[in-house]
């Protein structure tokens, strides 16, 4: 499996990005996909899923009604849309997947991309 994540950049307080995570090696109909973010000193937090069966989505407390997941099944990928960005989402985003169930537990996730920065300034 190999998760390519990309859209991360610069925006200032209050804009917004979309980060996409293209997917590839195999069928993901029972998989979670997931998206996870990392601070400068901070524990690596879960933001958002979605269940790749059905669409079904969840969400951190902290981004719920701000951000957007969603998938595009013909391309295999994953879409992160952010809106109403503060800077304390700064962070690295990553992708990460798994089988089964969802869990926002990181280390249930099997596979993960690369980290993509988000820097939102003040």
């Known amino acids: 499996v190999q998760l390519q994540a990309s859209g991360g950049g610069l925006v200032q307080d209050g804009g917004s990005l979309r980060l996409s995570c293209a997917a590839s090696g195999r069928t993901f109909s029972a998989y979670v996909m997931g998206w996870f973010r990392q601070a400068p000193g901070k524990e690596r937090e879960f933001v958002a899923a979605i269940r790749w069966s059905d669409s079904s989505t969840y969400y951190a407390d902290s981004v719920k009604g701000r951000f957007t997941i969603s998938r595009d099944s013909a391309k295999n990928t994953v879409y992160l849309q952010m809106n109403s960005l503060k800077p304390e989402d700064t962070a690295v985003y990553c992708c990460?997947?798994?089988?089964?169930?969802?869990?926002?537990?990181?280390?249930?996730?099997?596979?993960w991309g690369q980290g993509t920065q988000v820097t939102v300034s003040s």
């Open positions: 990460a997947v798994k089988r089964g169930i969802f869990t926002a537990y990181q280390y249930a996730y099997d596979y």
